[in-house]
């Protein structure tokens, strides 16, 4: 079984420039979750999809931040502006149903410069 | 609201003897509860899960932990480490009922030295 996919990896941008990171989850999962998690922390919640609804998006920065994720599947998340506190590793992961366990991805390592 | 808490943000430790980790939360409803591992350079793993029955529950790799209600904690132990068990630890708690949310705690970094 194929696990969540992220890319990309690593990015650097310098502040009040754009990014936009992807999440594949595991086929057939229905939860998706995306998290930052800054160095010496651990991952916070950002944003929970049930399906392609908004479960809990209560600890988004939602003046800068925005996550869509099409047809329940797929899920972008954006920053837009970027600030220096922004960088961090971005976190996505699925699970089959909210209680369940989660799957991780690799992360993406954002350095905003 | 749900919190957790990892004492130790490091824990250094002989290989062959046996280590704890500490997790303590706090809530005013039932919470499950979760332990994952983040393996140098990979993604976070449930390592292992509590979520009703028997409170102590065991991983395959020989760690286990024990839901104490009356203590609010989740400790994670193996009575022998391996080199190989070096990585960062994350307990995790999230509401049993209700709305649905995950809190991580900071993180406990375990070292087996050789």
């Known amino acids: 079984e194929a696990g969540v996919a992220q890319s990309p990896r690593y990015k650097i941008i310098e502040k009040r420039q754009s990014v936009a990171f992807w999440c594949n989850p595991i086929?057939?999962?229905?939860?998706l979750y995306w998290y930052q998690q800054i160095l010496g922390q651990g991952p916070k919640l950002l944003i929970q999809f049930q399906n392609n609804g908004v479960v809990d998006d209560s600890q988004l920065p939602k003046d800068r931040f925005s996550a869509e994720r099409l047809k329940g599947v797929d899920s972008t998340l954006k920053i837009q502006p970027a600030k220096l506190e922004d960088s961090a590793v971005y976190l996505c992961?699925?699970?089959?149903?909210?209680?369940?366990?989660?799957?991780f991805g690799p992360g993406t390592r954002l350095t905003v410069l | 609201a749900q919190s957790v808490t990892q004492l130790d943000s490091q824990v250094p430790v002989f290989e062959e003897a046996p280590v704890e980790l500490r997790c303590n939360y706090s809530?005013?409803?039932?919470?499950?509860l979760f332990w994952y591992v983040q393996y140098p350079n990979q993604g976070l793993q449930l390592l292992l899960k509590?979520?009703?029955?028997?409170?102590l529950v065991e991983s395959i790799n020989g760690f286990e932990a024990e839901f104490n209600k009356s203590q609010t904690s989740f400790h994670l132990r193996k009575p022998s480490v391996h080199i190989s068990d070096t990585a960062e630890y994350f307990c995790a708690v999230s509401r049993a009922s209700g709305t649905y949310k995950y809190i991580f705690g900071t993180g406990t970094r375990l070292k087996v030295l050789a």
């Open positions: 809530s005013s409803v039932s919470v499950y």
């Open positions: 992961a699925s699970s089959p149903w909210s209680l369940d366990t989660q799957y």
């Open positions: 509590y979520l009703s029955g028997s409170t």
């Open positions: 086929s057939g999962h229905a939860t």
